[in-house]
């Protein structure tokens, strides 16, 4: 009974290491084109980073950094206004159709009062233009889409 039992041990535990090496050896599944685009997009940006990345918050820091870098606009808001968030939804709910070296900086209209005199700015939604060499090329209250996309169109 003792060799039955051992033969059957052997066996059983042969059968079972056999079996457990079928299926490390399995070749990798297919990863279907719906599951290349999920892991594509988890290493890719975000629509909320994209916006993020082209619409910030003015600091002072940031705006000496790019200034004479790229082209840029300076967009004076006040969170009170519904033009100002109007003009936002705009702008952030169109960046497919923006170039990709499109950025805002947005000031406080109501905290920012020495950016404010520095460009002479005498209403929100007052959105200042800077070119690549940090020259204001335009002063406008609440610009149009075009005018934007137009300014960051090479």
Request: charged residues 25%; negative net charge; contains cysteine.
């Amino acid at each position: 009974m003792k060799t039955f039992s051992f033969s059957f041990f052997v066996l059983f535990s042969l059968l079972f290491v056999s079996g457990c090496q079928q299926v490390r050896s399995e070749e990798p599944k297919n990863i279907s084109e719906n599951q290349q685009d999920d892991i594509a997009s988890q290493n890719s940006p975000s629509e909320a980073e994209k916006k993020r990345s082209l619409y910030r918050d003015y600091t002072a820091e940031e705006f000496n950094q790019i200034k004479g870098t790229q082209p840029f606009v300076l967009f004076f808001h006040a969170d009170w206004c519904p033009t100002c968030r109007n003009w936002k939804d705009m702008i952030l709910s169109q960046t497919e159709n923006l170039p990709s070296n499109t950025l805002v900086l947005e000031a406080d209209y109501d905290t920012e009062t020495e950016l404010k005199k520095m460009f002479e700015i005498t209403s929100q939604t007052t959105v200042v233009f800077f070119d690549a060499a940090g020259e204001v090329t335009m002063k406008e209250i609440d610009p149009s889409f075009e005018i934007v996309q137009a300014h960051f169109l090479p």
